[in-house]
Every structure is written in C-alpha cells, then in structure tokens.
C-alpha cells in the first residue's frame, strides 16, 4: 500500500491520499483553486455581519446599499426555498407563455422574478428593476408614491431554469447601479443604461449541492457565502476568491461549431490537442446553465464562451444581467471578460435586453481566445512554440 493510504474501508481519502498522482500517467488531478479549509462549528461570519463591518469602512454610508443587499439575499432564499421543494409542488414545466426573449417561460422564472420584484420593493431602497422576464424596466414605488430608493438592479432572476426540471443547478445573476445624480423625476430605463464600469456591486447566487451567493462591490475583492439551512443564513465560506490566471478548462456549446468564425474554431482545436508536457487537450465542460459554467471555471480555472452563431449572431447572453456582472465580479477576482473585440465592461449600452458575445474566465485564456479571434495567433501543434498546423 502506498504510504498514507489508510486500510479503512470507510475512509474516503484512502483512494486519493495515498495513490499516486494517475495511474494512467496524465496530467496531475484538477485540484486548483478547489481546496478551501473546512469551517469549524461556531467560526463563521454571516452575510449581514460581514455587510455591516463592511459598512464601517464608509463613515458617510446611510446602510442604504447594505439593506439593498439584504433584500436581494431574502429574495434569494425565498427562491431557494421553492427550489428544494419543486418536485413536489407544481413549479416544474413551463408557464404556456413566452418571454420577451421569445424563451419558453417555466413557471420557476416566473416565481424567481416576483420574489426578486416583491422583496426589492419592500426593501425600498430600489428605485428600478429590470429583469430578464419583463420587457420593460419596472418603477417601484414603496408606498403608493415613488420610491424614494437610488439604486437600480438588473437581474436574470433564474438563468438556466430549462434545467430545473432535470435538477441542474440554475442560478440568480444581479447587477447593480445607483441612479444617476444629475437625474431628475421618475427613474426610467435610459437611466439603467450606463456601462458596466459603472457599477457598484454584481453577483450571482448558485442553487446548486448547496446554494452559495457570490458578490462584489468592485472594492474588497469577491466573496462567497454559502446558505447554511439549518439557520437560514448565508455564512462566509469562500473568502477573498480569486481565480486562477490559466485554467484548463472551456465551457462552449460546441454543437454550433460550424457557424463559429475561423478563429474560434482554430482556438478550439487549439486547445484540444494532446501534448503531454502540458495542459493539453484542455477538457470541456459545458453544462447549458452559465451561472453553474461560470462558477466552477470561477473556482477551478477555465473560461466561457458564448460566441455570436448563425441563430444568434450577436450571441446570446444579455449584456445588461449576465455579461455585464459577471464581467465585473471575475475582473475582481483577477480574471477578464470580452465580447470578442473590447472589455465587456466597457460597451455603450443600448436597451435593456441587449446582447452579446461572451469571452469570460481566467485572464490567460480570455487573452488567448482575444488573440485568436483577431487572427493574432493561429492554429499551432501544441508545445510547439509556434509551428502551424496545416
Ligand atoms: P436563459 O437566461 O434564458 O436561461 O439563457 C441563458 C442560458 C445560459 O444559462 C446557458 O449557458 C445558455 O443559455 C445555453 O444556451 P445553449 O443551449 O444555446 O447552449
Ligand atoms: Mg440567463
């Protein structure tokens, strides 16, 4: 036996602790950026503990923005709730409508959607939403009167959800910005429509094994909290996150390769060949939920890409709820994010439902995608240093 292996049969560590990296001989297993230390009972921080010490680093701050992140989090709970349970009530299929994406809408983003709408409203402190399930922006007013709230959150208040029928984990993504100084009289979507730059917090909440919130206010890095529901709290698990510069992985739909441009497909097959010396062939992993692609590659190392294609030719994610956070949140963690041509975060939106090409994930691979799409680089044998591949 291998020095470590332990002889219990109810160990689990005994296979991997002891056994020699891989038996086949490849590359080492795919640990990177996955080994986080366990918490200790009683050693944890909750989301609002850690929003409130936060708080103090801005002497000025009115807690606004900290109840708004509070709502989101109940909100977020509420439609985890609903979630553990949706095999047994009926919020599984479809609603018979169809959104303003031309998406079948399932009845989950419809719940997803009104819980998002409710709790922001009671919170006050939002004074516009714009969601993926509606086609225009939506004013809230608190009392009868408008909302006297000056942030504005956008969000996808389920992505993923034609994968919840099947348990797939889906997911929540919010953007969010404050309402321009300079604007007067009731807030309307044109004020929603600013760059990416410009906001002031982004995350996304994964219902998945477990349902973690993942954010970031653009200072004080990204930070991840994991719904413990024994208590009802999301509780600080993955502190500081940041992912790795290269990964080995990439997330893509590969069934519409052949309405992708000469370069992605160059950098595709790039990363597919075999060369023992390194990383390559890079593995796919694609599960159809970007929220669920983008955390792994998040934690693991990788990149997502959703490039224009013939049905979609200016992709299909929506800049304003899915590129647009998520761009800001894996900048943060030292990743990047591009439409292809530019920074993602630095597009002039046009309309609430906008869309875009995808580049997103560990800041190497984004380059490299970058340089392949530009026709910068070409096809060349992997570990060769440059030779073409005819
Ligand atoms: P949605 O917001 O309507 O759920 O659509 C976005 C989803 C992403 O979660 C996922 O990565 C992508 O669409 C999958 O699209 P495709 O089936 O074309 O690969
Ligand atoms: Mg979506």
């Known amino acids: 036996m291998a020095s470590g292996a332990s002889d219990d ?37 909750t989301l609002e503990q850690f929003i409130i010490e936060r708080q103090k680093h801005f002497p000025h ?15 977020a709970k509420i439609v985890n709730r ?18 303003v994406q031309g998406e079948v809408q399932q009845k989950m983003d419809a719940l ?22 509606h086609a225009e922006a939506i004013p809230l007013a608190t009392t009868g009167e408008d909302s006297d709230g000056q942030y504005i959150v956008l969000l996808d208040p389920l992505d993923g959800s034609s994968n919840i029928d099947v348990n797939v984990s889906v997911g929540t993504i919010f953007s969010i910005y404050r309402l321009p100084e300079d604007w007067t009289g009731k807030p309307t979507m044109e004020a929603a429509l ?15 094994s477990s349902t973690m919130l993942v954010y970031t206010t653009g200072t004080g890095g990204v930070n ?15 502190p500081d996150i940041s992912t790795p510069v290269e990964g080995k992985m990439y997330s893509i739909n590969q069934a519409y390769y052949e309405s992708w441009e000469e370069g992605l497909k160059d950098y595709v097959r790039w990363m597919q060949q075999p060369d023992a010396e390194s990383r390559h062939p890079y593995k796919t ?10 955390h792994r590659n998040l934690l693991k190392g990788g990149i997502y890409m959703y490039p224009a294609t013939k049905n979609s030719p200016s992709g299909k994610l929506r800049l304003m709820y899915e590129a647009n956070p998520m761009a800001f949140l894996v900048e943060q963690a030292g990743g990047a994010a591009s439409d292809g041509d530019g920074r993602i975060l630095e597009r002039d939106p046009q309309k609430l439902h906008e869309r875009t090409p995808l580049f997103i994930g560990s800041r190497e ?26």
């Not at 590359?27 to 080994?35: I, N, V």
């Not at 701050?61 to 909100?75: H, I, P």
């Not at 992993?285 to 983008?294: E, N």
């Not at 910068?376 to 030779?387: I, N, P």
Request: aromatic letters at 8%; hydrophobic letters at 35%.
């Open 9 to 45: 049969p109810l160990d689990d560590h005994a296979q991997t602790d002891g056994r020699p990296d891989d038996p086949a001989g490849g590359p080492p297993p795919d640990t990177e950026g996955a080994q986080r230390p366990a918490m200790e009972p009683g050693d944890f921080k």
């Open 61 to 75: 701050s009115t807690g606004a923005f900290s109840r708004l992140l509070r709502d989101v989090s109940v909100a």
């Open 82 to 99: 609903d979630m553990r349970t949706a095999g047994l009530i009926d919020i599984y299929g479809s609603t018979g409508e169809v959104n």
């Open 285 to 294: 992993r694609y599960i159809g939920s970007f929220v669920s692609d983008f």
């Open 112 to 133: 997803a959607h009104r819980e998002f709408v409710l709790a922001l409203r009671r919170g006050g402190e939002c004074c516009l939403i714009g969601s993926e399930e």
């Open 194 to 208: 600013q760059p990416g730059t410009e906001q002031v917090a982004a995350g996304y909440v994964v219902y998945g």
């Open 365 to 390: 691979m984004v380059e490299t995608a970058g340089a392949f799409l530009r026709g910068e680089r070409e096809l060349e044998a992997a570990g060769t240093g440059g030779e073409t591949v005819s």
């Open 224 to 238: 991840g909290f994991t719904l413990d529901p024994s208590i009802g709290e999301f509780l600080l698990s993955h």
